[in-house]
């Protein structure tokens, strides 16, 4: 008889093994718990699983076997102390563990069996709105939905990329860097991470550059030609927002003067490129102007 006290956790018999372990394993992960009524620890183990297992939602099942009542199963898996508990995952055993565990240890366990088959639909929906709306410049929405991104999967890679992106565009400088040093090895250098990273430091120094625009301004109308001016006019409005006239006044700078510099008007051009995304619009059309500029 299934338990009905959530639907991811349920009691599995010799009967319905294949189907309700194996056979549901090539979808999901599946926890099973071997155990028997008369096994303290199994007492002790068993609340702890079935909590974890809940607030994984649809992610993975709890199945429960108990051994005395399925004496077939239990001699097949070669199951000699219990508890013992299995992570079925694309039909064979990944994982698992015998014995007790602390609180911390299961929730570790069951974590990283839930992570096995990916995000869940909600979570891949959830990183489909906030690219859209980092596409869409809309800095708090994207904030708000990389932290339910991470509320649904804490060591998601996109969803840190995501909020640090969205935090880099609300000019939350420090703030990322404070988030940043508290990430594990492991997330910090993924990739998605490491490339939303590439536009804290350009984004901060266009910010800060906002400050000079009266003054560049008048630069510019006193010798328009200046390229001094106009790269520091393009970094001030990149940090403005408006990104289409930063690219046009680097373009027009690397039309008059292509090595000017060494290069700095395409170098920054090319740095805030990364910063805005290669897919924005405005990335688009300055890299084909850019090309013809090059190339002519």
């Known amino acids: 008889m299934e ?12 009967d319905n093994f294949m189907s309700d372990v194996i056979e549901s394993s090539k979808e999901k992960p599946i926890i099973v718990d071997f155990w028997a009524p008369w096994c303290e620890p199994c007492k002790q183990l068993g609340p702890l699983l079935e909590d974890a297992v809940k607030e994984q939602k649809d992610k ?43 609180n911390s ?20 929906n959830l990183i489909s ?22 509320t649904l999967d804490p060591e998601n890679h996109i969803g840190f990329a995501s909020l640090i992106k969205s935090m880099i565009g609300l000019n939350q400088f420090s703030d ?11 997330i910090k250098e993924s990739k998605p991470v490491v ?18 625009i009266e003054d560049l301004e008048k630069q510019l109308q006193k010798d328009p030609n200046n390229l001094d001016s106009l790269q ?11 990104i289409a006239t930063s690219f046009d006044l680097l373009l027009k700078s690397i039309e008059k003067d292509k090595e000017w ?29 850019l090309a013809s500029l090059l190339f002519s």
């Open 261 to 289: 510099n060494d290069q700095a008007a395409r170098k920054q051009l090319i740095e805030f490129f990364s910063s805005a995304g290669f897919d924005a619009i405005e990335t688009i059309n300055a890299r084909r102007k």
């Open 3 to 14: 338990i009905n006290v959530s639907s991811n956790i349920k009691d599995v018999t010799t």
């Open 129 to 150: 709105m906030a690219k859209l709306s980092i596409e869409e410049r809309n800095w708090n929405d994207a904030n708000e939905i990389s932290q339910k991104i991470l």
């Open 60 to 102: 993975i099942t709890l199945a429960k076997i108990d051994i005395d009542q399925n004496q077939e199963i239990a001699a097949q898996l070669r199951i000699q102390s219990i508890p013992t508990v299995y992570t079925f995952f694309e039909g064979k055993v990944v994982d698992g563990f015998q014995g007790s565990k602390t």
């Open 176 to 186: 990322v860097r404070e988030i940043v040093d508290a990430l594990s090895a492991e």
């Open 105 to 124: 240890e299961i929730l570790d366990f069951v974590k990283k069996s839930a992570n096995l088959s990916g995000p869940g639909e909600e979570v891949e």
């Open 232 to 242: 520091e006019m393009a970094v001030a409005l990149y940090g403005k927002g408006d």
């Open 195 to 212: 490339e939303a990273l590439k536009s804290l430091e350009p984004s901060e120094k266009a910010f800060k550059a906002q400050e000079n």
